[in-house]
């Protein structure tokens, strides 16, 4: 099941999301990043199979039920709609309307802005046409979504490579010894 969050509860509740505002008096970008005890890059290994999308999802659903994540918040770190009334009103991309439809349907659409609870179950669907509006509209970049004790911080790149910032010594050991066994390729930044 979804769960809306509001966006003033979804900031004091979960500190650790990234929050991203525009200075005009200063004609520039003010940005919050939690620190983090490391920070990866991570990606399905397309060798193994063309069709990466289907087992991206499946294979980092499989890593959040190995790390016992259960629910996942996604947040924009922006102040903006989750779908932009320009978005909303698209009609050349199929793949894109279908996700418009299902965003629509759980009533996340042009006015809200808050975050999104989504659990395990539901994951598989929802990660679907996330994907989809991460990499069919530009304006969709920056969303990131973190499991419930904050301790792993994620971002979709439009690419299907996900960003995986560690909070704690614990759990970057428990994410390296998951990882591993999974088909991703890791990258580690720091």
């Not at 759980?106 to 669907?125: T, Y």
């Not at 979504?145 to 996900?162: A, K, M, R």
């Amino acid at each position: 099941m979804l769960q809306k969050i509001k966006r003033d509860i979804c900031i004091i509740k979960y500190r650790k999301l990234p929050l991203i505002a525009y200075d005009k008096k200063e004609n520039d970008e003010v940005c919050f990043f939690p620190q983090h005890q490391s920070c990866h890059w991570i990606k399905y290994d397309k060798a193994l199979n063309r069709s990466n999308n289907r087992n991206l999802k499946a294979e980092f659903i499989q890593l959040l039920q190995n790390l016992n994540i259960e629910d996942l918040i996604f947040f924009g770190a922006t102040n903006q709609p989750w779908i932009s009334k320009f978005t909303s009103k698209r009609t050349d991309h199929k793949t894109l309307v279908k996700s418009l439809s299902y965003f629509k349907s759980h009533k996340i659409w042009r006015k809200f802005n808050g975050g999104v609870a989504v659990n395990i179950n539901d994951m598989s669907q929802f990660f679907t046409h996330f994907y989809t509006l991460t990499k069919c509209d530009g304006s969709f970049f920056d969303y990131y979504f973190i499991d419930q004790n904050e301790y792993f911080l994620f971002y979709l790149h439009y690419s299907g490579e996900i960003e995986v910032r560690i909070q704690t010594k614990k759990s970057a050991k428990q994410f390296h010894e998951q990882v591993k066994k999974m088909r991703f390729i890791i990258r580690s930044k720091n």
